[in-house]
Structure formats: structure tokens, C-alpha cells
């Protein structure tokens, strides 16, 4: 029994110790510390702190997000404002007042020792609350969120209900844009409005805003054709048609736009376009039906058949040189165009006319009459897939013009005896031939017929231009021929005439010497080498200067100058009476003869 006290009393020595070494200890750490304070309790402080910061920035936040603080966040925070409180009172209670020495330190640390049990279990409260505080922070974060959540959802249902009625809208526009517009215009609209008829298809308003002058219609008609690729639109960009009235059929000019095109007005497109070879005016241009006795002498022609209303011109009609026409030489042409349309129109809705995996069929195996048949239904189906206009229209105007223009012009004078044509195109320029006759206006022998040269002022030829002008011609004339007499004498030029000529001829002369040099020598080698192959006999050293002169130019081209009148062309394999035959020097040997009516041969005859 005394061996077991014995220990315990040695044990509780040993705590006795170890507690005042720990007092001890603490109390000269507490002395040494520069704010008073235990170093055990260091963390308490700023853990009160931290959640002071966080429960007042939760209360901000759900402010902020909710309008104002509920009941839980407000308990949160009463709760921990009275822990903090106490805590920091208790905490300011150990520390050492008045002053730092070792007894106050010491009765500072055996308090802190009998305090000890309370500062921890506030610590367990200030954590509690952390703990409470960031769950009530996850919550007001998890409110938010929807809160988002809930105005996107409600944004994206607006903008959904937003497109859906724009849809809803453009719908309805569309579906009103394929309706059939009224006779004047769509029903939204208002306005005065023309009725148009461009010859393809129905007739249709036209707002008479639109078309103020000439040149806006046809842009806003050009959009038209070029939207629906429709035949004619190179006319309508050139500008080769004519927009006639309703009245008379009769051409509306720019001049007269204002008072013609008024609201209720019906304009009517005509094409322009040209053709290069005859027609026979009593039958129709497209299906080669005769025309009925009461519109045969008409200035507009109307097929009873094809339904083409044609109007042909002279050339002279129009200042340019429109597109060639493909009907008129065959009646074919427009046979397969109406033989494709009907198979076409045969054909289910969609399916192709011609089909790429199709053999094509060996046309040499067939009969005559199949390989017509078949050759007919290939050109018809080219056809149909790009009508030309002249197959398709309703109203046309169809210009000649020549595919060479020949001008034949007297030998010596060089005035015009027959013309092709009156139009004058930089791609279609003067075909010159020489006819070796007396002209009506430059002889001397009372020699009076009519001519084409009646129509051109040789003034302001472009012929004479090579020569300096008119006045140098006849001066190079009057200085190379000896004989005036040739060219009528003073018919041709007196001695006034003379005067002036020369004159202007030495003011060239200095100009444009070369160039006057060559045109005499063209002029004179022309001359002598007709009157050559006629066979008249030149002196020696004029014969041996031709034949100089005509080496050079056969080196240049393979056919020499062409001798019209005597209907002898130099080259050509055929005889001179089958020449006689062409309409062309049939006419002009009625001129060189006298015996020409004066009808211009492209005139239209009525």
C-alpha cells in the first residue's frame, strides 16, 4: 500500500511540475508577445473576422439578387454578431493591461488557463456559423442562377415567338406575290399605271412612276427580261425596238413621251431586227402563209396563221444594224420550233426533252423519210430550249440591209451609179466597182438618165477622203487627164472651179503629200487598166506602167479589180449571161442604158 501511494504522489508531482513549467512558459511567451495577446489563440480573431466579411457580403448579395433579406440570413447574422462579440470580449479580457511585466503576464495566463474550456467552444461556434454562412451563400448562388436561367429562357421564347411572327409575315408576302395582280397592280399598292404589251406574253400594269422617259422604261423593262431570260433581251439592251401606240401603231418619240404615255395608256413593244436576203411580201416571214387580200397592201401585216404582225423598213429606217432575223429562208425554221413545242408539251411535267444516257440514232440506217422525221424532232428540240426571238414574238420590224455593200461608181468622175445601200457601217464598208459608162451629170453629149447618184452629195463622200476631199479630186483629175472631155469639160470643173481646186490641192499637197500620191496613182492605174481589158490599145509607156503597176498589186491580192458593166468579172468561172441574171446588174444595166424606172430597189413596195 505504501509502495502505491508512493507513485501516486510521485505522479502528481510530475503534473504539478509539468503545469507550472507550461505556466511558465506561456507567461513569457505572453511577455514577450508585442500585442498582449496568447500565441494559442492566434487564429481566433481572424476566423471572427472572415466570417463578419462573409455574412455582411451575403447580406449585400441577396440584396442585390432578391430585393431585400430573408429570415435565415438575418438569424445567420444575429447569431454570429453575438458570438464574435463575446469572443472578442473574452479575448480582451486576457490580455495584459496597463502595461507589460511578469506578474501581470502570469495572472493573464493562469485566467487564460481557467478560460480556456469557453474560447474553445466559441471557436466550434464560430466554425458552425462559417459552415451555415457558405451553405447560405451556395444557396443564394444556386437562386441566382436560375433567377439567369429563367430571364434566357424567357429572352429565347420571346425571340423564338419574335421569328416566328416575321416568318409569319414573309409567308403571307409571298404567298401574296404569287397571286394574279389586278388590273392595276397588287392590292397593296396604289398609283396610276400603263398597260404594257411586250409582244412575248399577256399584258401587264406598268406604274407610271416607272417610266418617266424613255430610257428609265427600258431599264426597268430590261430587268424584267433579264430575270426571266426571256427572248429579246439583246434587243432591249441595244435599244433596237420601237414602243408604239395604242391608236395608230404608230412609233412614240422622246419628244413626245408626256403627252402619248398617260395613265391608262397602252404601250406596244415592237422588235427590230434586220435580214440580209429577199422576202416575198405577199406571204408570211414565219410560216410562209399567204396573207388575206385586206392586209397585203397594209403597212402592218397581220398573219392569220402564226399571228406575227410585221412591218418591213428600208434601210435607211434605222441608223444602225440590228440582229438578223433566222425565219425567211425556209419554212422549216419555224415548222420545227412548233412541232418541239408540242412534243414538249407531251412530255410528263419536269422530264427532259432529250435525255444524255439516249444513243443517238445512226441516221444512215434509217429511210429518207425517217431521217427526216428524226432530224426534224433534233431540230426542234435545239430550238425549243433557246427560241429565238423571231420564232416567239408577236410583232416584229424587219430592216434589209446587204451582206457586201457594192457601191458601182462611173470610171472617170467617180460619181455613184447604184448604191446597195444608203447605210453607212464601219464593219460593212464600201465595195468599190467600176463601170465604164457616161455619167448624166459630166458629158457634153446631152446624155440626161437617172441614177443612184442623185442621193449622194460628193462633197462629203467618204469615198473622196483618200483624195484630200472633192475640190483635190477634180483638181488631180483636170491635172492627170488630158482630156477633159472625157469628164464633160466645164460640167465637170470650169476655170473658177479650177482655180479653187487648185488651191486647195497645193494647201494638201503640203499636208498629206503621201497619201495624195498613192490615191493618184490607185486612181490612174484603175483607169488604164479598165480601158486595158477592154481592149483598148494604150501608148507603149502607159501599157508598160499598167502592167508595172498591176504585178505590185497582184502580189498583194489574189484577184484583181472586178469590171462590172460589159458583165465580165475577171477570174470567175462563170459566163457573162449568167451574170446578167443577178437583180443587181440587171439594174444597173438599166441605168447605164436609161431605161431605169428611179424606184430604189429597197424600197418596200406597198
Not at 433557246?386 to 457586201?404: F, G, H, M, Q, S
Not at 446597195?420 to 457634153?444: G, M, Q
Request: net charge negative.
Amino acid at each position: 500500500m505504501e509502495a502505491i501511494a508512493a507513485v501516486s504522489l510521485a505522479g502528481t508531482v510530475c503534473s504539478l511540475v509539468d503545469i507550472s513549467v507550461k505556466i511558465v512558459s506561456q507567461t513569457w511567451s505572453l511577455y514577450k508577445a508585442s500585442d498582449g495577446v496568447r500565441t494559442q489563440y492566434p487564429d481566433v480573431e481572424h476566423l471572427a473576422s472572415a466570417l463578419n466579411s462573409g455574412i455582411e457580403f451575403l447580406k449585400a448579395e441577396q440584396v442585390l439578387v432578391e430585393g431585400s433579406i430573408d429570415s435565415p440570413v438575418q438569424d445567420l447574422s444575429s447569431r454570429a454578431t453575438a458570438v464574435i462579440e463575446e469572443l472578442l470580449e473574452l479575448l480582451g479580457s486576457l490580455r495584459v493591461q496597463d502595461g507589460k511585466s511578469k506578474t501581470r503576464c502570469l495572472k493573464a495566463v493562469l485566467k487564460g488557463v481557467r478560460k480556456r474550456d469557453r474560447v474553445s467552444e466559441l471557436r466550434k461556434k464560430l466554425k458552425t456559423l462559417s459552415v451555415e454562412a457558405q451553405m447560405q451563400q451556395n444557396i443564394l448562388l444556386i437562386k441566382q442562377n436560375h433567377q439567369q436561367m429563367s430571364i434566357q429562357t424567357k429572352s429565347n421564347v420571346e425571340l423564338k415567338q419574335s421569328l416566328n411572327q416575321h416568318y409569319q409575315e414573309i409567308k403571307a408576302l409571298m404567298l401574296q406575290g404569287y397571286r394574279r395582280p389586278k388590273e392595276y397592280g397588287y392590292e397593296w399598292e396604289q398609283g396610276e399605271y400603263i398597260i404594257v404589251d411586250d409582244g412575248l406574253g399577256p399584258r401587264f400594269p406598268f406604274p407610271l412612276y416607272l417610266c418617266s422617259n424613255i430610257g428609265e422604261f427600258l431599264s426597268v423593262l430590261r430587268i424584267k427580261f433579264s430575270s426571266r431570260n426571256l427572248p429579246g433581251l439583246e434587243q432591249i439592251g441595244l435599244g433596237h425596238i420601237e414602243i408604239l401606240d395604242s391608236a395608230g401603231m404608230k412609233p412614240i418619240h422622246e419628244q413626245d413621251w408626256d403627252t402619248e404615255v398617260t395613265a391608262g395608256a397602252l404601250l406596244r413593244i415592237s422588235f427590230v431586227m434586220g435580214r440580209f436576203h429577199s422576202l416575198n411580201f405577199s406571204k408570211c416571214v414565219r410560216c410562209f402563209k399567204p396573207y388575206k387580200k385586206s392586209v397585203s397592201n397594209c403597212d402592218w401585216k397581220e398573219c392569220q396563221s402564226c399571228g406575227l404582225t410585221l412591218r418591213l423598213v428600208p434601210p435607211d429606217a434605222y441608223p444602225y444594224e440590228p440582229v438578223d432575223i433566222t425565219v425567211g429562208l425556209h419554212p422549216d425554221t419555224y415548222r420545227d420550233h412548233k412541232l418541239g413545242r408540242r412534243e414538249r408539251s407531251q412530255q410528263l411535267p419536269g422530264a427532259p426533252i432529250l435525255d444524255a444516257n439516249i444513243a443517238i440514232p445512226d441516221l444512215e440506217s434509217k429511210t429518207p423519210r425517217e431521217q427526216g422525221v428524226a432530224g426534224q424532232k433534233c431540230r426542234a428540240n435545239k430550238l425549243e430550249d433557246n427560241p429565238a426571238l423571231d420564232l416567239v414574238c408577236r410583232r416584229l420590224i424587219i430592216k434589209w440591209e446587204p451582206t457586201i455593200n457594192f457601191v458601182h461608181r462611173y470610171l472617170w468622175c467617180r460619181c455613184v451609179v447604184r448604191l446597195s445601200t444608203p447605210s453607212r457601217f464601219e464593219d460593212n464598208p464600201e465595195k468599190t466597182l467600176l463601170v465604164h459608162a457616161i455619167c448624166p451629170r459630166h458629158n457634153n453629149e446631152g446624155i440626161v438618165h437617172k441614177d443612184y447618184g442623185d442621193l449622194v452629195n460628193n462633197r462629203v463622200d467618204p469615198y473622196f477622203a483618200p483624195f484630200g476631199g472633192y475640190d483635190c479630186f477634180r483638181a488631180m483629175v483636170f491635172m492627170y487627164l488630158p482630156n477633159l472631155e472625157l469628164v464633160g469639160g466645164d460640167a465637170f470643173i470650169d476655170s473658177n472651179g479650177c482655180e479653187r481646186a487648185l488651191e486647195v490641192l497645193q494647201g494638201k499637197v503640203r499636208e498629206i503629200p503621201g497619201q495624195l500620191e498613192e490615191a493618184g496613182t490607185q486612181y490612174l492605174f484603175e483607169n488604164f487598166s479598165e480601158l486595158q481589158d477592154q481592149g483598148v490599145l494604150l501608148r507603149e509607156d502607159i501599157a508598160r506602167q499598167v502592167n508595172a503597176w498591176r504585178e505590185e498589186r497582184e502580189q498583194e491580192r489574189e484577184q484583181d479589180m472586178i469590171s462590172t458593166y460589159g458583165c465580165s468579172f475577171k477570174g470567175s468561172p462563170l459566163e457573162s449571161r449568167d451574170w446578167n441574171e443577178i437583180p443587181m446588174l440587171r439594174e444597173l444595166m438599166e441605168i447605164v442604158d436609161g431605161k431605169w424606172n428611179g424606184v430604189l430597189h429597197w424600197s418596200i413596195p406597198n
